[in-house]
């Protein structure tokens, strides 16, 4: 199964500002992604830049709106996405408490991705992958 | 067994075998998710599997291995219903696979002997119904539903909640543990202590449903707690060395023992220094201790083992002054080494005061007051003290301070004769000697 970890936490946070927590915290994102991608769990590992840069667009009686921030405002903000194809909600645990973001304050969300099969029969849809190209 | 008609109309037979059939009803759940690998699916199926045990063994008799016989039939059936219905085949891609490979014998009845070993798969249930992942009140209500085989219309009204809101729980749950995999199978090694006490925190928390005098009707209560013993007594039949497993039935047991004498005719709390020990079950006390003592010499003991040990000291004094308060006290102290928890040392500053030291014990409590401020029981505890030490004003206060904070009818009773005999004896102006 995938399942996709989204990391949650409070950005304004200080004190990895520097040059040195930097770098110990790149080396540790890059520890846990070669730890997960030889495990052969790993799809996707990636950190998002702050939610300042964000843009979203609302749809609002048949108008789009594109407006400057995040979806929701608030002091978690969305700080990175993990993709990863795990045995069950175990091994996802696992990996989850081994990534770097396990300071105070941080969150993990996971998320079973949704299983197409699954879902179209039981919605009682005919349903088939279109053949990758 | 005798005709068929008089044993179809037979109360007592029906009783029997829906009794066999709660006590297999979670073997057979567990045994059929570890076959058919979909909850809703293998529920069904025991389901299907009790009405034609109903049907058969009042005429037939009951077979040699009820367990063995209900997870062949429920089987059985799960593969008909997957041969039939193309949504359950993609699914439940794992039984369609096995199904097309094997060439199933469609006349192979159910009443033929079958095999009797049949794995016990029922710890693998407890871990998933008991997955922190799971929300607290669908925890306990699987559990009592998938292992305990309580119908969800007996569960609903145990937690007084309408059987439509319950099922929708259930429902929910078990779409939770197909979508995101919450494994069946036992946890490993590095993760099994956290598990576990998650697992008997569940059974406890059925336990106290029971036990607590303040909601729901007697009977159903009954069942909650011999629901909750006889679920702990299955982990510790399945995990026989696992001290706090042990623990946590002897404790159960324990305080079970004192159920008929817990309340009086009128309904009303009976405290434990009250009550008539020869009401208490001297069976079920026997055995908590010897499993309490077990419990204690497999090594450093837990949470519920020492619990275990508090409530056997209890069980097993002759008169309440004979309780050993002192042992009580020391047990509540490590009890508080193992966690900081201000109501443990509450219950030790008690112990301590009923050793003999007063003072000291109501010392401890003062110092409780910033954490226990809204607790009912840590001023009607002060109170006891203060008035054992002649503070009578002083105790009114408190006892008047737990009066307004207790929520359970019989024990606001209890504290309210207690502030009446002290208004009794400055009345009577009887001075303290």
Redesign the interface.
């Known amino acids: 199964?995938k399942v996709l970890l989204t990391l949650y936490g409070d950005e304004t946070i200080k004190g990895v500002d520097s040059p040195q927590d930097i770098a110990r915290t790149m080396q540790a994102w890059g520890e846990f992604g070669e730890a997960a991608r030889a495990a052969g769990v790993l799809l996707v590992c990636d950190a998002l830049e702050a939610s300042h840069t964000a843009t979203t667009v609302r749809v609002d009686g048949g108008t789009r709106h594109v407006t400057d921030g995040p979806f929701i405002e608030t002091k978690e903000q969305l700080g990175g996405v993990i993709l990863l194809e795990v045995?069950?909600?175990?091994e996802a645990?696992e990996w989850a408490a081994r990534t770097p973001w396990n300071f105070d304050g941080c969150s993990t969300e996971?998320r079973?991705v949704m299983?197409y099969?699954?879902y179209?029969?039981?919605a009682?849809i005919a349903w088939e992958e279109p053949a990758a190209s | 067994m005798g005709g068929a008609s008089r044993l179809l109309s037979d109360p007592v037979t029906a009783g029997a075998v829906d009794r066999l059939f709660r006590d297999h009803f979670g073997r057979a759940v567990a045994a059929l998710i570890r076959t058919v690998g979909d909850w809703d699916l293998a529920e069904e199926c025991v389901q299907d599997a009790l009405a034609t045990a109903l049907e058969r063994w009042p005429r037939d008799g009951v077979p040699r291995d009820p367990g063995a016989w209900l997870v062949a039939v429920a089987r059985n059936r799960a593969i008909d219903r997957l041969r039939r219905d193309r949504v359950l085949r993609v699914v439940i891609p794992q039984l369609a696979a096995e199904i097309s490979a094997e060439d199933r014998d469609d006349n192979a009845a159910p009443d033929e002997p079958v095999s009797t070993s049949v794995p016990d798969e029922r710890l693998r249930l407890i871990f998933a119904c008991c997955h922190p992942a799971l929300a607290p009140e669908a925890q306990v209500a699987l559990t009592l539903r998938l292992l305990g085989g309580l119908s969800t219309a007996e569960v609903a009204h145990a937690f007084l909640v309408p059987e439509a809101t319950m099922a929708q729980r259930l429902t929910r749950a078990k779409a939770k543990i197909r979508a995101a995999r919450i494994p069946f199978r036992v946890p490993p090694d590095d993760a099994l202590p956290a598990r576990l006490e998650a697992a008997l925190d569940v059974i406890c928390l059925v336990f106290n449903e029971g036990y607590a005098a303040s909601a729901g009707d007697a009977h159903v209560r009954r069942t909650l707690c011999a629901e909750a013993i006889r679920l702990a007594a299955v982990i510790a039949e399945l995990m026989p060395d696992e001290p706090e497993v042990l623990g946590l039935q002897a404790l159960l047991l324990a305080h079970d023992a004192r159920r008929e004498a817990r309340v009086d005719a009128t309904g009303a709390l009976v405290l434990l220094e009250d009550q008539d020990r020869g009401r208490w079950d001297a069976a079920a006390i026997h055995r908590a201790t010897r499993l309490a003592a077990r419990a204690l010499r497999l090594g450093p003991p837990g949470r519920y083992v020492l619990q275990a040990a508090i409530a056997v000291e209890h069980a097993n004094a002759r008169t309440a002054a004979d309780t050993r308060w002192d042992r009580i006290a020391g047990f509540y102290a490590r009890l508080a080494a193992l966690a900081p928890d201000p109501v443990v040392e509450l219950n030790r500053a008690v112990a301590i005061a009923m050793a003999g030291d007063v003072p000291a014990a109501l010392a401890r409590i003062d110092a409780l007051a910033g954490a226990l401020e809204h607790y009912h029981y840590f001023h009607a505890a002060r109170a006891d003290l203060l008035r054992r030490l002649g503070a009578d004003e002083a105790a009114a206060d408190a006892y008047m301070r737990a009066i307004t904070l207790v929520g359970n009818a019989a024990e606001r009773a209890l504290l309210e004769r207690r502030l009446a005999e002290i208004a009794g004896a400055r009345d009577a102006a009887r001075s303290p000697t």
């Open positions: 199964m045995r069950d909600l175990d645990l996971i079973p299983d099969d699954a179209a029969a039981r009682g």
